[in-house]
């Protein structure tokens, strides 16, 4: 079995070098990862200049762009064959509810997807640097090794999040549905040096509708989340009200 | 009424100019849009670096950040006010099937619903330059009319695909679903004049799988094509499926 793994902290990463040091069990490892943090940047593809690929080591590159990039150059350029699966982590913070559209980790498994590969996002519900990035890939190499002998459903990938404990402190998995976050942005406002304005949009304080069955009711009682995520944002349930407007 | 518009081809795009011009029949205008390109940067939030505004008229604030950026700054600092729709666009390109997760354009919409404010995003299916932008206007203003007086369902936006044709050829709109890409990459891969290896993310073919009800075939056949999206990527029917394996 032939494992691509990416994230969006970069290559020097402990959740990455965690992940890459567990999953040598299923199979042989390849890591094609961002030189640098490459955190909150979506699904962001870098059309706009050449990407330079430095190999560190036998099957580690450094790429200067986003996780959706690694994942695209890594199978369309760097590696010589397709891999079995796509894993993507293991993220420093939580990818949970609504914010997995900012997430570079999550954003790395959907680009697998869209190429048709299995793909798994990680990531590690911890708001400080993370303690138990062993637990996680522990759990990840079990869920990578289930997917692989079940198969992943057409056009799916699944979001897992791990909560920052001790491996026996972790409460069963749970299979979740996305959760929703009661947005709270901020902006600080402030002069620089020369007397210009300038902006910095400020860390928001995680605060996640508490809705049983979701990624963050699961998590945050200490469980392992695993949810099932597609490519498809059409809300199939307002598709009858808006055939009612007028206009169409 | 207030209206804020950004996109993601930068705040002297020819789709946001047309754009502007038409939405002043339904309110006052404003424009915080990114002082350059940024397209393909998905629902990219710049944390690592402050951001600029830079007021080039009464209403017309550039960012030097992504569509995302400009809406949350928007939203949060350079407006005294809550909007009560964002629209985004009118985007250079079509934003269809799966590769609206990569587009600016409708990361911004996204960004706006995330706020609780109705958004739409708006695009000319055209390869090239784009001819029809002002067809393409008149029609959203109709809808940001229609979604106006009758609300858009809780947590959904609308992503607007318009032939680019001038407006008495352009038939119908259509409520449609989000419809599929065959995907197919390319990497350019070449030598610098340093003799170091580069790589480029090829142009991708637009080739849409052509399912009955969806974007793609609504377009394709001279339909405005309008879906219904949530930022909801469960896979609910995956859901059981999954909950069958061993490890759960």
């Known amino acids: 079995m032939k494992i691509l ?18 999953m040598t069990a299923l199979g042989e490892v390849f890591v094609v990862a961002p030189d ?11 059309l706009h200049h050449p990407l330079r690929a430095n190999r560190i080591d036998e099957n580690i590159f450094a790429v200067d762009g986003t996780p959706t990039d690694c994942v695209n150059l890594g199978i369309h350029s760097l590696l010589s064959f397709k891999p079995d699966i796509v894993v993507s982590g293991i993220n420093r913070g939580a990818n949970l509810g609504d914010d997995i559209t900012y997430s570079g980790t999550v954003s790395a498994a959907m680009e697998a997807t869209l190429m048709g590969i299995p793909a798994i996002a990680v990531s590690l519900v911890t708001s400080a640097e993370g303690t138990n990035y062993d637990a996680a890939a522990q759990f990840a190499v079990k869920l990578a090794a289930a997917a692989q002998k079940k198969g992943l ?28 976050r009661s947005y709270e942005g901020t ?18 304080d995680l605060n996640f509708k ?39």
Not at 164 to 171: A, M, T
Not at 187 to 204: A, C, E, L, Q, S
Not at 222 to 243: F, Q, R
């Open 210 to 248: 508490d809705i049983e069955g979701s990624d963050y009711h699961a998590v945050s009682r200490g469980h392992v989340s695993v949810t099932p995520l597609h490519l498809d944002l059409t809300n199939y349930n307002s598709i009858a009200l808006l055939k009612k407007w007028d206009i169409f």
């Open 36 to 46: 640098r943090e490459q955190s909150a940047v979506g699904h962001a593809l870098t």
């Open 153 to 180: 459903p057409a056009d799916t990938f699944l979001n897992v999040n791990v909560p920052d404990l001790p491996g026996e402190r972790i409460r069963p998995p749970l299979v979740t549905i996305q959760g929703k």
């Open 5 to 22: 793994l990416t994230n969006d902290d970069g290559v020097h990463a402990p959740g990455l070098k965690a992940l890459a040091e567990a």
């Open 187 to 204: 902006i600080i406002d402030k002069v620089d040096p020369r007397g210009r304005n300038y902006y910095w949009i400020g860390t928001v």
